[in-house]
C-alpha cells in the first residue's frame, strides 16, 4: 500500500511523501527544504529511502544534501550535471521501483529543459510532475519554448483520465482566476472555483487534482477546444489557431495577468 502525502514548504511549495505503513519506508519528492522533511520523518517513524527529483530549481532540491547526509537515499533524477547527489540519472521511458510500485520517467521540458515526471500506472494512476502542469495551470517558460512546453502538457493529456495529479506548488486559486478570465462561460471551471476556495478557506491543499478536471477547466489543456479559441477571438487576443499558437498567447498572457 502506497500512502502520499503534502508536505507544506517554503511560502507555497509541496514535497510530497510516499510511504508504506507496512513497512514505515518512505521517499519524498521535490524536497526544497530537508527541514520540514526531517520533521515529519521523525513524528511517522519514517525511514527514508529514496528522493524523487524532477528539475533543478532551487525550491525542489535545496534539502538534498542534508536529507542525504542525514539518511543516505537513493536519489533519482533528471541528466542534469547541475544537481548534485544523484545516484541515478532518468530519462524518458526509464522505469523505476518506488517502495515496491513501479514508475515510468516522463520527459517534460519546457519550465526547465530538464524536466521529467513520474507516473505510476494502476487502479489509482498518480503523477509527479513538479511545475510543469499545475491545478489549474502550467509553469512558467524558464528555459524552454511555447511549442516545447505543448507538448509536454500534451503528453500527459494523454494519461488515463482518472491520473491524481501531485504537482508541486499551491498556486490553484491564482491559476483559476486566470482560467476564468481565459473561459468566462466554463460552467465547470465555475464549480471548480468554488470548491477550491472552501478548501483553502479550510486550510486544506486544493491538490492532488484529477486530470478529468484539468482537461476540462486548465485553459493550457484546452488550447484545442473551439470554445477557448472562441473565448479568445471574442477578446480580440486570438493571434493565430494552431494549439501552439493559442498555447504561446495563453501563457503570455498568463505572464502579465
Known amino acids: 500500500m502506497l500512502t502520499v502525502e503534502p508536505i507544506p514548504a517554503f511560502n507555497d511549495n509541496y514535497i510530497w511523501l510516499l510511504f508504506d505503513p507496512a513497512t514505515s519506508e518512505a521517499f519524498v519528492v521535490d524536497p526544497g527544504d530537508a527541514g520540514p522533511v526531517e520533521q515529519v520523518l521523525q513524528e511517522r517513524k519514517l525511514s527514508l529511502r529514496g528522493i524523487l527529483v524532477t528539475h533543478h530549481h532551487f525550491d525542489h532540491v535545496g534539502g538534498l544534501d542534508a536529507l542525504c547526509a542525514a539518511h543516505k537515499p537513493v536519489v533519482f533524477g533528471p541528466h542534469n550535471p547541475a544537481i548534485a547527489g544523484i545516484d541515478r540519472r532518468l530519462e524518458s ?28 500506472g494502476g487502479e489509482t494512476p498518480l503523477l509527479f510532475c513538479g511545475d510543469t502542469l499545475f491545478a489549474g495551470g502550467c509553469g512558467r517558460l524558464f528555459e524552454g519554448t511555447a511549442p516545447m512546453m505543448l507538448a509536454s502538457v500534451e503528453s500527459l493529456a494523454e494519461l488515463p483520465p482518472e491520473t491524481l495529479v501531485y504537482c508541486a506548488h499551491e498556486y ?35 491538490v492532488p487534482s484529477r486530470l478529468s478536471l484539468e482537461l476540462a477547466t486548465n485553459p493550457f489543456l484546452r488550447c484545442k477546444e473551439q470554445v477557448l479559441l472562441d473565448s479568445l477571438q471574442s477578446q480580440g487576443r486570438l493571434s493565430g489557431e494552431s494549439a501552439a499558437e493559442v498555447f504561446a498567447t495563453v501563457r503570455g498572457w498568463k505572464d502579465t495577468f
Not at 523505476?96 to 515510468?104: C, K, N, R
Not at 483559476?176 to 471548480?192: G, I, K, M, T, Y
Request: charged fraction near 15%; charge should be negative.
Open 172 to 206: 490553484t486559486l491564482a491559476n483559476l482566476s486566470f482560467a476564468q478570465a481565459v473561459e468566462p462561460d466554463n460552467a465547470a471551471l465555475a464549480e471548480r472555483v468554488i470548491e477550491a476556495k472552501a478548501a483553502r478557506q479550510r486550510q486544506e491543499p486544493t
Open 93 to 120: 521511458g526509464d522505469t523505476i521501483a518506488v517502495l515496491g510500485h513501479t514508475f515510468q520517467v516522463l520527459a517534460v521540458p519546457g519550465h526547465t529543459l530538464d524536466h521529467i515526471a513520474y507516473f505510476h
